[in-house]
């Protein structure tokens, strides 16, 4: 490629290989990230208490139905097996960007008192993993509601023969 060519794009890569070190990030920057931190090591916290509030509810719910099968028989025809797990299946989920966030804010409060650039560095991988994860649930949440409408439609149906 000719470099004289003023309409050629340029191929600059937007962070350089070679970058080492934090140099860009500005004290105002760091100064809101250290003000967020708490607050992201208080969501993760509420999610894990939400996620143990999960598990403990879905005892229940085992009792609960179970109780609720031998009393009336059946109760809506909803296997007892199928329920639980996928009960649970929320709290783990709900696990993974409590995890996240909580990592976050424990790294840049990290970094708030050694200054070491490998705990913001550690803030950004884990702030970029919970992103990711909650992109990948978008994903399937979106690709998963025309099987749970057509699901619907044809439990209805099927209800309505009855």
């Known amino acids: 490629m000719d470099s004289d060519n003023q309409y050629?794009?340029?191929?600059t890569p937007i962070v350089p290989e070679n970058a080492k070190g934090f140099g860009n990030l500005t004290e105002t920057m760091l100064q809101y990230l250290k003000q967020a931190s708490p607050w992201m090591q208080f969501i993760g916290i509420l999610g894990f208490i939400t996620?143990?509030?999960?598990?403990?509810g879905s005892i229940f719910l085992t009792v609960g139905l179970a109780s609720a099968f031998a009393f009336l028989g059946e109760f809506g025809n909803i296997p007892i097996w199928l329920v639980v797990p996928l009960y649970l299946s929320f709290g783990v989920l709900l696990?993974?960007?409590s995890f996240f966030a909580f990592n976050i804010g424990s790294k840049i409060r990290r970094h708030q008192y050694s200054n070491a650039d490998e705990d913001l560095e550690q803030a950004f991988k884990n702030n970029k993993s919970l992103w990711k994860f909650?992109?990948?649930?978008?994903?399937i949440s979106i690709a998963s509601l025309p099987v749970i409408l057509i699901l619907t439609?044809?439990?209805?149906?099927?209800?309505?023969?009855?």
């Open 8 to 11: 050629n794009s340029l191929e």
């Open 134 to 139: 909650s992109g990948i649930m978008c994903i």
């Open 95 to 97: 696990f993974f960007p």
């Open 153 to 162: 439609v044809l439990f209805s149906f099927i209800t309505a023969l009855r």
């Open 51 to 56: 996620c143990g509030l999960i598990a403990v």
